[in-house]
């Protein structure tokens, strides 16, 4: 069964860092491109970032890239995502997804339960 | 703003066929593979179809993709009060080099 599971988010303040991981089992990590996909409070979903699955490439959405960086550890099956220069704007549930193939343009088909990021003073 | 342009909502009967539209362009949903999410109020999303018309295991055959040019579909038929939901279309954009999700369609069974 493939599993997802988030961890580090949290309450931070303007200007602060933190970050996210992601760790996944029950597939063969190597063989899957990763993303990271976010959702504010009571909006849409907005993806963040992508890598694929040697780590190579790695795409970031306009609005993060110079601030979040995605990377994974290829021998510890786990994703992350540092997060720099955090605004309010960055406030939302964060998900970690698997890619359907290695390439970073395929589509995502499991999804984690989030973690949650809270921005605020 | 999202490049891909859906109805914010949709509404139907038990028992009737709904249509949420997704329209992109030509440097996402015409040449790439669209995907389709169903999420329920309080998860996260759930793949529904894969590569324009694909099916995972698992989901009912009253759910089902289209891809016409720019633009995709997902028709649901036999509509349920379990489907209330609300619903994403994806693509990979070629010029943004980024993944694009459409702003969501909320689904009401009325």
């Known amino acids: 069964e493939v599993q997802l599971l988030e961890s580090g988010g949290g309450l931070v303040q303007p200007g602060g860092s933190l970050r996210l991981s992601c760790a996944a089992s029950?597939?063969?990590?190597?063989?899957?491109?990763m993303n990271w996909v976010r959702q504010a409070p009571g909006k849409g979903l907005e993806w963040v970032a992508s890598?694929?699955?040697?780590?190579?490439?790695?795409d970031h959405a306009d609005s993060v890239k110079g601030r979040f960086t995605i990377s994974r550890d290829n021998s510890k099956n786990t994703l992350y995502l540092q997060m720099n220069s955090l605004t309010v704007e960055d406030t939302a549930l964060y998900y970690c997804?698997?890619?359907?193939?290695?390439?970073?343009?395929?589509?995502?088909?499991?999804w984690g339960q989030g973690t949650l990021v809270t921005v605020s003073s | 703003q999202s490049v891909l342009t859906q109805p914010p909502s949709v509404s139907g009967t038990p028992g009737q066929r709904v249509t949420i539209s997704c329209s992109g362009s030509s440097y996402n949903i015409g040449i790439n593979y669209v995907y389709w999410y169903q999420q329920l109020p309080g998860t996260a999303p759930q793949l529904l179809i894969y590569r324009n018309n694909q099916r995972p295991s698992g989901v009912p055959d009253r759910f089902s993709g289209s891809r016409s040019g720019t633009s995709a579909s997902l028709a649901i038929s036999g509509l349920r009060s379990e489907d209330e939901a609300d619903y994403y279309c994806a693509a990979w954009d070629d010029s943004l080099s980024g993944r694009l999700f459409g702003g969501g369609t909320k689904l009401t069974v009325l």
């Open positions: 029950g597939f063969t990590f190597t063989s899957h491109a």
């Open positions: 997804a698997r890619g359907t193939t290695i390439d970073t343009t395929s589509g995502v088909d499991y």
């Open positions: 890598i694929d699955e040697s780590g190579d490439r790695r």
